[in-house]
């Protein structure tokens, strides 16, 4: 099989997120860290995902990929692929190849997630094979013209082992990694924490490119506000296990409407553009143990809490033209 015969049959692949539940077993109990998700990811789009660390974003990227593992375990809902049904009614070797067909991933701190025993183009070697690629030479020309697009030197990357990378090279290998299968989907989750400011800017170019040349979904998890700003069509705010808030990019930055989403992107002095009037956001982020099992996750921290926050769930709204807010503040329009 070559490189090319991995094409999915459907050209655009959203990802349709239903009610999605999933919990964790931790010696405090059981905690929902996803709560009735309910979401559509658009096909084509650059999505980020923001919300506090502890939100949940990494856990909704790895439910996507149907990648939950113990103490984790999904409760409840459905993961609806374009072309491909329910990602969670997979098991085994067909999970695997949709997988590689349809995703491609950095995980979070994936600088760490190479084997250290071998070298970068025999891990790339064993990537293809078991994805069932028989031109492994081509697959390697691939990852090389890759690495040299992000600044590195590919016959080095190749043949070097993890130790002999650098934190942010090791970070662009990883890139190479989830690029190289050209999957559908493209999920980053923090990808770019390792490299200065000059090289995160080049690379972040660059999957853009490759996204609008590969007719990608891309997913881009970050704390980083102007890399949503840059990057990112869409943005979906998480806080405590739910989508907040969700819409165009410009839309949601330049007039949020959750008092959350309100509090984050004040206290980001990169985008007010004065450290004097950045504002941290009150009170901590949620722990899973004590947040509210009714009403408003997020009212305790809320300027706009009213009696209604505190006995019934907050519904989507629309908002931003085609996005949605849940809040009891925000009127339906
Ligand atoms: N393996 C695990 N065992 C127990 N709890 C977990 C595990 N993984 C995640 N959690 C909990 O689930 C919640 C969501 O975690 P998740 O990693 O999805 O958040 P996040 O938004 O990606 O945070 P960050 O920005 O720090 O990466 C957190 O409360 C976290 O403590
Ligand atoms: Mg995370």
Redesign the pocket.
């Known amino acids: 099989m070559s490189l090319y015969d991995l094409a999915p049959t459907a050209e655009d692949a959203g990802i349709h997120i239903q009610n999605l539940t999933v919990s964790?077993d931790?010696d405090r109990g059981r905690f929902n860290?996803l709560k009735n998700v309910t979401l559509d990811i658009r096909p084509r789009h650059i999505t980020g995902f923001i919300?506090?660390?502890?939100?949940?974003?990494?856990?909704?990227a790895m439910a996507m990929m149907n990648a939950i593992q113990p103490?984790?375990r999904i409760d409840g809902g459905a993961i609806l692929l374009d072309g491909a049904g329910d990602v969670l009614q997979l098991r085994g070797e067909p999970l695997r190849r949709l997988r590689g067909r349809y995703f491609g991933f950095v995980f979070?701190a994936s600088s760490n997630s190479l084997n250290p025993l071998k070298r970068v183009g025999a891990q790339l070697m064993d990537l293809g094979r078991s994805h069932g690629i028989s031109d492994l030479r081509g697959l390697l020309r691939e990852a090389k013209a890759l690495a040299e697009r992000i600044g590195l030197d590919g016959d080095r990357v190749l043949t070097s082992y993890q130790h002999e990378l650098s934190g942010g090279m090791r970070q662009r290998v990883g890139l190479v990694f989830a690029l190289v299968l050209k999957a559908r989907i493209l999920i980053l989750d923090?990808p770019t924490t390792a490299l200065d400011m000059l090289t995160q800017q080049a690379v972040l170019e660059i999957v853009r490119s490759i996204h609008q040349e590969q007719g990608l979904t891309t997913i881009v998890?970050t704390?980083d506000m102007g890399v949503v700003a840059e990057m990112a069509d869409r943005v979906v705010v998480?806080y405590a296990?739910r989508v907040v808030e969700e819409g165009p990019t410009f839309s949601l930055l330049t007039n949020p409407q959750h008092p959350y989403t309100q509090g984050l992107i004040r206290a980001i002095p990169r985008i007010t553009g004065n450290l004097d009037d950045a504002k941290p956001l009150p009170g901590s982020p949620p722990d899973?143990a004590t947040i509210p099992t009714k009403g408003c996750v997020f009212r305790e921290r809320c300027y706009a809490r009213t009696s209604v926050c505190d006995t019934v769930d907050p519904v989507p709204t629309s908002a931003h033209g085609d996005g949605l807010v849940m809040c009891h503040g925000v009127d339906a329009s």
Do not use: V
């Open positions: 964790y931790t860290a919300g506090e660390s502890g939100s949940g974003k990494t856990t909704l103490p984790g979070q923090e998890i704390h998480m296990g899973l």
